[in-house]
């Protein structure tokens, strides 16, 4: 199986709907969508600035997205302690993800996948509640394909597929992916958010999605690629292929758009 997540195109925060870089950047992105084969399904986001995204490839296709409430972008708040380091925020209700290193680096629950949920901060905000959904989303979704979760990363899997690299005579370490030519290959495409992307993968590959939140960014209209790998028939777990690809902005001639940082970074690259 096959897991494609698309951030939205660069967003109008203030109306839920994206910028004239951000349809720029769509209209490129489309035409690589447009251009994969055997798309199973796609998802997509309630947010105005996703199905914006999502709805230029979708024409083209002829396809409908299913449209997933938890899809929507990880901002819930939570109460900021009074001894935040940022005496803005501190006391406030803020967005549970939107922390300062020195704080996020002082707790060592934020590494723990089992744990940072029950850190004093999310505790704040019921933060484990909103976490669940999606987590419970996600594998809604995945148990309806037969890969159905059993422990913190392994899927049993109903109907095994084969592993085309055991079984065929390919190369071990091939660099070009042949597994668009599987027609029993299951492709879900996702437009959806960076917070709540984060979310997903953290809970597919067991890490505590703090670590991502913190520690990495995707640009606005990037591709990320998660793979399912059987190396033992009917077990299955996913690995992340590709973060974050934007090669369709960098051959289209646009720049990439740094929303999404945490601060205002220099836009020299």
């Not at 309806?144 to 592993?163: C, D, F």
């Not at 209209?221 to 590709?242: D, H, M, P, Q, Y």
């Amino acid at each position: 199986m096959r897991l494609i997540f698309i951030r939205h195109g660069d967003p109008d925060y203030l109306n839920d709907d994206l910028t004239d870089k951000g349809r720029r950047e769509v209209e490129l992105l489309t035409k690589r969508v447009c251009s994969w084969k055997n798309i199973t399904q796609i998802y997509q986001s309630p947010l105005g600035r996703a199905k914006a995204t999502a709805a230029p490839s979708l024409k083209l296709l002829g396809r409908t997205a299913i449209t997933c409430n938890w899809l929507q972008e990880f901002y819930y708040k939570t109460t900021y302690p009074k001894n935040y380091p940022d005496s803005y925020r501190a006391g406030k209700k803020e967005m549970c993800w939107d922390l300062l290193p020195q704080y996020f680096a002082g707790d060592n629950k934020f590494f723990d996948k089992d744990k940072w949920a029950d850190s004093k901060l999310m505790k704040g905000g019921n933060i484990k509640k909103f976490y669940k959904e999606v987590c419970d989303g996600i594998d809604g979704i995945l148990k309806s394909y037969g890969y159905i979760r059993r422990t913190n990363i392994l899927y049993e899997v109903k109907n095994p597929v084969p592993n085309h690299n055991w079984s065929e005579p390919v190369y071990k370490y091939h660099l070009q992916s042949i597994k668009d030519d599987y027609p029993e290959e299951t492709t879900l495409v996702f437009f959806c958010h960076l917070g709540v992307m984060f979310t997903i993968i953290a809970h597919l590959t067991g890490l505590s999605p703090m670590q991502l939140w913190q520690g990495f960014y995707v640009a606005p209209t990037s591709i990320t690629v998660l793979n399912s790998e059987e190396r033992l028939k009917g077990k299955a777990c996913f690995r992340v292929e590709r973060l974050g690809d934007t090669n369709h902005l960098t051959n289209g001639g646009e720049r990439i758009s740094s929303s999404g940082y945490f601060a205002d970074v220099l836009n020299e690259i």
